[in-house]
C-alpha cells in the first residue's frame, strides 16, 4: 500500500470470511474514532415501481434494530459521546458513517454494525421516516440543481437506471391500495425484501479510524460485521447505454428558478473507472478550465460573453462518465451560444493539434505527488467516510494513493479519447428564463425543451477553424519540484507579535509539529470607512469582486501549483488569505500587490460583476426559507452586516467613477493585523509584511480598527419579526442572545446546544414530522454566545412550529431531570472532546489561531478556560439555565419567522413585540466589539 512519506497512520486491509472488505486505520493521535460503511446499492437498484426506495431504507437502517429497538437511541448515544453521524445515497452507493470518543467505539460498533444485521422496519417509524423523505423531496422542489438533475434523467435513455427518480416521496413509497381500499402492496414488506436482496456483504466495504492498535481494530471488525450475510450479489453489471443515438446531439433549454444563464456541454464516454491510475479526463479538464492568458475562459470573458467556466465534471456510474463544459452566461452571452460552442471546438481543435505532449502530463503529475507527499491530515469521519468509498472502486493497494497517481503518459489513448469531443456526440444544456420550453419534468414540475442539433449547428461545430486567439497554457512557473520543510528556529508553540506599530501589527509561528513546506498568511485590513454606510459595505463588496475578477489570469497557475488565496469583505473591511506551498508564496503576493498597485476600474467589467452581484442578490430570495430568516436575523442584529434587500438597494445607484476615490478614502483610515503561520522563517514573515506594508502606505494616513456594534435584546421579553419567502413551506427561528462574552456564559450556551440538539431533532422531525430541516445550533455573534433552534415545515404554519419550540423548553428540564450521573457526566465529556479534539492539520490549527487574534484572546487559551467552567457545571447550573434564560414564557429573545404559501389561512404567529423599523430596532443599545 502506497502511504504519504508525511503520513503517520498505519494501514491494513483485510476480507472478513464473509466477504466484506474492510481497511482499518491506526492513527495514535487521534481522540475519536471513525467507521464507515459503503454498500455499492443506490437508487439505480430501485424497483420502477418504487423509486427512492433505497433512500428510504438508508433512512430506516437508524431507527432501531432487534438488539438496541429504541427510536432515536443510537442517534443520542453517538451525540452524548461527543460524536456525529450521517449517511447518504447515491446512483450506485450507499454509505453510513459516524465518529465518537475513541473510548466509546466498540459500544458505537455494536449499534451501528446492527443496522446490517437485523434492522426492526418498526411499522410506526416506517410511517414517519416516509414523511421525512417527502419533507426531503419538497424541500428542494424549487432547488435549481435538482429541478436541473431531473431533466437531466429526462433527456438519456429511459431504460437507463438513471432515468428513475432518486429521492422517493410519499407517492412512490406508499403502500399499493386498489380501488376497494385494500392494501394490496404493503412497502414495508418491499423494504424488508429490499434489504434481504441487495445489502450483502460482498456488496459492503468498512473503514474503521481511531487510536486504537491495528490488532484491536481488526478484532472489531471481525467480532461486530462478521455476522452481515453474504447473498453473493458481487458483480452486478449494467448492460443497459446512458445515452442512445437518438440521446446525443440535442440541445435542451431548461427554465431555472432563480434568474440564472448556463451553458452546459456534456460528452458521452464509456466508464473511465479502470483508468484512475492515469487520469486522462483529467488532463482535458486541466488544459480546457484553463483561466490564464489566452484561455478559453479568458477570451470569452474578454469578448464580454460568460463569467465563468469550469471543465471537467458530469455524472458517472459503472457503465458510464459524462465530461461536461459549464459556462455562466452574460445578457449578451445567452444570444450568442452558438457562437460560444464554436470557440469551445475551436479550443478543443487547437488541443488535438498542439495540445497533448508529454511536459503537460508531468506538471499535473508532479502537483499531485505534491500534494500526496504533503498532505495534511483530517479528522477521522472524513478518513472513513472518504476511504470507504475508494475501497469501493480501487485495488487495496491503492486505497491510499489512488486519488493522486497519474502512472503514464499514453498519447495515443488520449487521441483515442479526444474522438469523444464532437458535436454528434455532445448535448447541449441551456439554463435561462424566457427561453422556449414545451415539456415538463416530473416531479419538479420543471419547464424544458429538447430538439435535435441542426444540420447548420453541427457543420459550424464539426469544421472548427483555429483562428490564433486561443492560446494553451505556458509551462507553469509556480510548480515546486524540491520541497522540504525549513529548519526550526525556535521553540515557540504560540504565535508572538514581532512588529507592532500605530496601524499595523504582525504575529509570527513557526509550526513545529506538523512538518510540511506549507503556510497561511492572514492579513485582515480593517477601515472604518469601508463599513461605515451600507453604500460602503456595497463599494467595499464590489471592489472585491471587482479585484478577484482582475486577478484571475495571473494567479491561476499558482492556484494549479497548490497555492491559493481568497480575499472577503468582512464587518471590519476585508482580509486577504494566502495558503499552499511557501516557496512561491511570496511570489504570489508580489503578484497580488502589483495588481492592486495599478488597479483599474474598467467600465465593462464594473457593468458586468454589478450585474452579476444583483442577480445573484435577487436570487436569494429564491433561498430556503430557513436560509432567508438567518440571513434577515443577523441583517438585523449586526448593522455591519446587511441583509440582501438592503444591499440590493445600495448597489443600484453605485457608480463606477465613485471607485477610485472610495479606495483612496478607504486606504486613509487603516489597520491591519497580520498573522504569518507554518513553513515561515521570522525573516521571511517580516520580509512579506513590508511588500504589503510599501503597497498600503498612503499619506497622511489614519490608524483606526473598526468597530463591529452588534444590537441587544437586553431585558425585554419576545421580539419577533416576519419575513416574505414566498414559497410552500413556513419556517421558524428562535434564537437566545447571551448578555456577556464570559467564559461562564459561554460554557452554559455551547453545553445547552450539545444537551438538546438530539432530543430537539428527535422530538420535532422524527416523533412529530414537522419537517425535514430541523436543529440546533451554536451561535455567537461578536463573540456573544448563543442559541438558535430551527425548523422549515411543510406541515405547520410559524405559529404552530413555536408552540412546539415552546413546549419542548418547557419540557427541556425534565429531560436533565431523567440523566442519570454518568450520562451527565458523558454528555459533558463529549462536549469537551469536541472542544479539546486536537487540530488534525496545520490549516485547522492556523485558522483556531486565526479566530482568537481575532477575538483579542492573546493568551490563546480562550477554550482551556471555558473547558474549566464546562467542568464546573453540574445539572443545577444547566436546569437554572433552562429555566431562567430559556424558558419561553420569560425568555429575551428574538424570533424570525415566514408563512409559507400553503399555510396562508393558519392564524399570524403572535409573541411579543414585533419589530416593524428595522432601523429604529438598531437604535437601540449595542456591544461595540474591536476586532
Known amino acids: 500500500m502506497h502511504i504519504s512519506p508525511n503520513d503517520k497512520k498505519h494501514y491494513r486491509s483485510i476480507t472478513l470470511n464473509n466477504g466484506l472488505k474492510v481497511l482499518l486505520v491506526h492513527d495514535s493521535s487521534a481522540q475519536k474514532a471513525a467507521a464507515a460503511l459503503a454498500v455499492n446499492v443506490g437508487h439505480f437498484d430501485d424497483p420502477y415501481q418504487r423509486e427512492g426506495l433505497a433512500h428510504y431504507l438508508e433512512h430506516m437502517l437508524f431507527l432501531g434494530t432487534q ?12 451525540s452524548q459521546h461527543g460524536g456525529k453521524n450521517n449517511a447518504w445515497t447515491g446512483t450506485e452507493h450507499t454509505c453510513f458513517f459516524f465518529d465518537i470518543i475513541a473510548t466509546q467505539f466498540e459500544e458505537a460498533l455494536d449499534r451501528f454494525s446492527q443496522f446490517f444485521i437485523a434492522p426492526l422496519f418498526n411499522p410506526e417509524a416506517l410511517e414517519k421516516e416516509r414523511q421525512a423523505v417527502d419533507s426531503e423531496f419538497r424541500l428542494k422542489l424549487k432547488d435549481d440543481m435538482r429541478r436541473l438533475y431531473q431533466v437531466h434523467k429526462e433527456v438519456v435513455n429511459p431504460e437507463h437506471p438513471f432515468a428513475k427518480f432518486s429521492v422517493g416521496n410519499e407517492q412512490t413509497l406508499s403502500d399499493i391500495v386498489d380501488d376497494n381500499g385494500q392494501t394490496t402492496g404493503s412497502i414495508r414488506d418491499e423494504i424488508i425484501e429490499f434489504y434481504h436482496n441487495h445489502y450483502s456483504a460482498d456488496l459492503m466495504t468498512v473503514t474503521l479510524v481511531g487510536p486504537q492498535s491495528l490488532d484491536q481494530l481488526e478484532h472489531c471488525a471481525s467480532h461486530y460485521f462478521q455476522s452481515i450475510i453474504n447473498h453473493q450479489r458481487a458483480g452486478k453489471i449494467i448492460n443497459i447505454p446512458l445515452v442512445r443515438e437518438q440521446d446525443a446531439a440535442q440541445f435542451i433549454c431548461v427554465e431555472p428558478e432563480k434568474d440564472s444563464r448556463k451553458l452546459m456541454l456534456t460528452f458521452n464516454f464509456p466508464s473511465m473507472d479502470q483508468y484512475y491510475r492515469s487520469k486522462p479526463l483529467s488532463y482535458f479538464a486541466h488544459l480546457l478550465g484553463d483561466e490564464s492568458e489566452g484561455s478559453l475562459l479568458q477570451v470569452l470573458k474578454s469578448e464580454e460573453l460568460i463569467t465563468s467556466l469550469t471543465a471537467g465534471g458530469g455524472i458517472s456510474g459503472s457503465n458510464f462518465r459524462e465530461f461536461s463544459i459549464s459556462c455562466s452566461l452574460t445578457k449578451q452571452g445567452l444570444s450568442q451560444t452558438t457562437y460560444i460552442i464554436q470557440r469551445v471546438f475551436e479550443f478543443i481543435e487547437l488541443v ?13 503529475q508532479a502537483v499531485l505527488e505534491s500534494a500526496f507527499r504533503f498532505q495534511e491530515a483530517s479528522r477521522p469521519m472524513d478518513i472513513a467516510s472518504h476511504l470507504v468509498m475508494n475501497l469501493q472502486h480501487y485495488h487495496p493497494d491503492d486505497v491510499i494513493y489512488g486519488d493522486y497517481m497519474m502512472t503514464e503518459y499514453d498519447e495515443s489513448h488520449l487521441r483515442q479519447l479526444l474522438q469523444h469531443f464532437t458535436a454528434y456526440n455532445m448535448r447541449v444544456m441551456l439554463l435561462a428564463k424566457g427561453l422556449h420550453y414545451d415539456r415538463t419534468a416530473k416531479w419538479y414540475e420543471t419547464p424544458y425543451s429538447s430538439r ?9 461545430w464539426t469544421h472548427p477553424r483555429l483562428t490564433g486567439q486561443l492560446k494553451l497554457p505556458e509551462p507553469n512557473p509556480y510548480i515546486c519540484y524540491e520541497l522540504d520543510p525549513k529548519p526550526i528556529e525556535d521553540d515557540h508553540t504560540l504565535p508572538e507579535i514581532i512588529e507592532d506599530k500605530p496601524g499595523f501589527r504582525l504575529w509570527h509561528l513557526q509550526e513545529k509539529e506538523f512538518r510540511v513546506p506549507k503556510g497561511l498568511a492572514f492579513i485582515a485590513i480593517d477601515s472604518p470607512h469601508a463599513v461605515s454606510t451600507a453604500r460602503t459595505i456595497v463599494k467595499t463588496r464590489l471592489c472585491v469582486e ?10 491561476y497557475q499558482a492556484e494549479i501549483a497548490g497555492m491559493g488565496y481568497n480575499l472577503y469583505a468582512h464587518q471590519g473591511g476585508v482580509t486577504l488569505m494566502l495558503s499552499g506551498f511557501t516557496q512561491k508564496q511570496a511570489q504570489l503576493l508580489d503578484v497580488i500587490i502589483n495588481k492592486f498597485n495599478t488597479r483599474e476600474f474598467n467600465q465593462a467589467r464594473f457593468d458586468s460583476i454589478k450585474q452579476q452581484m444583483l442577480r445573484n442578490w435577487r436570487n436569494t430570495a429564491k433561498d430556503r426559507p430557513i436560509s432567508q430568516l438567518f440571513n434577515a436575523m443577523t441583517g438585523i442584529l449586526q448593522p455591519n452586516n446587511p441583509p440582501y434587500p438592503v444591499l440590493i438597494e445600495a448597489l443600484e445607484s453605485i457608480e463606477v467613477d465613485e471607485l477610485p476615490s472610495f479606495v483612496s478614502a478607504m486606504l486613509a483610515e487603516l489597520h491591519i493585523e497580520m498573522f504569518v503561520y507554518g513553513d515561515w522563517s521570522k525573516q521571511s514573515a517580516l520580509s512579506l509584511a ?9 499619506k497622511d494616513q489614519q490608524y483606526e480598527e473598526s468597530l463591529r456594534p452588534l444590537v441587544m435584546l437586553g431585558d425585554n421579553g419576545t421580539f419577533q419579526r416576519e419575513v416574505y419567502c414566498d414559497q410552500a413551506d413556513s419556517a421558524l427561528v428562535v434564537y437566545y442572545q447571551s448578555t456577556e462574552i464570559s467564559e461562564n456564559h459561554v460554557a452554559l450556551y455551547i453545553l445547552a446546544n450539545h444537551l438538546m440538539s438530539a432530543a430537539f431533532f428527535h422530538e420535532i422531525r422524527t416523533k412529530q414530522q414537522l419537517g425535514y430541516m430541523v ?3 451554536n451561535m455567537p455573534l461578536n463573540r456573544h454566545p448563543g442559541l438558535a ?6 406541515n405547520a404554519a410559524p405559529n ?17 431531570l431523567e440523566l442519570n450521573e454518568q450520562q451527565w457526566q458523558n454528555s459533558k465529556q463529549g462536549l469537551l472532546n469536541q472542544i479539546l479534539s486536537p487540530d488534525s492539520n496545520l490549516r485547522a490549527r492556523g485558522q483556531r489561531l486565526w479566530v482568537a487574534i481575532g477575538n483579542k484572546d492573546a493568551q490563546f487559551n480562550n477554550r482551556e478556560l471555558v473547558v474549566e467552567e464546562i467542568l464546573k457545571l453540574d445539572r443545577t447550573d444547566m436546569i437554572r439555565f433552562v429555566v431562567n434564560t430559556l424558558k419561553p414564557r420569560t425568555a429575551n429573545r428574538l424570533i424570525m419567522h415566514s408563512k409559507g404559501t400553503a399555510h396562508l389561512d393558519a392564524p399570524d404567529l403572535e409573541a411579543g413585540l414585533e419589530i416593524g423599523s428595522i432601523d429604529e430596532f438598531q437604535l437601540r443599545p449595542t456591544d461595540v466589539d474591536i476586532g
Do not use: C
Not at 352 to 364: C, D, H, I, M, T
Not at 789 to 794: C, D, E, I, R
Open 67 to 78: 438488539k438496541f429497538p429504541v427510536i432515536g437511541e443510537f442517534q443520542a448515544f453517538i
Open 352 to 364: 488535438r493539434q498542439e495540445g497533448l505532449a508529454q511536459w503537460r502530463y508531468l506538471e499535473k
Open 452 to 460: 435535435a442539433i441542426n444540420d447548420q449547428e453541427l457543420h459550424t
Open 546 to 555: 471587482m479585484f478577484l475578477d482582475s486577478l484571475a489570469k495571473e494567479t
Open 690 to 698: 513590508n511588500s504589503l506594508k510599501e503597497a498600503l502606505r498612503v
Open 775 to 777: 436543529g440546533t445550533g
Open 789 to 794: 433552534l430551527y425548523v422549515q415545515s411543510p
Open 800 to 816: 404552530e412550529l413555536l408552540s412546539s419550540v415552546d413546549e419542548f423548553l418547557n419540557a427541556f428540564y425534565l429531560v436533565l
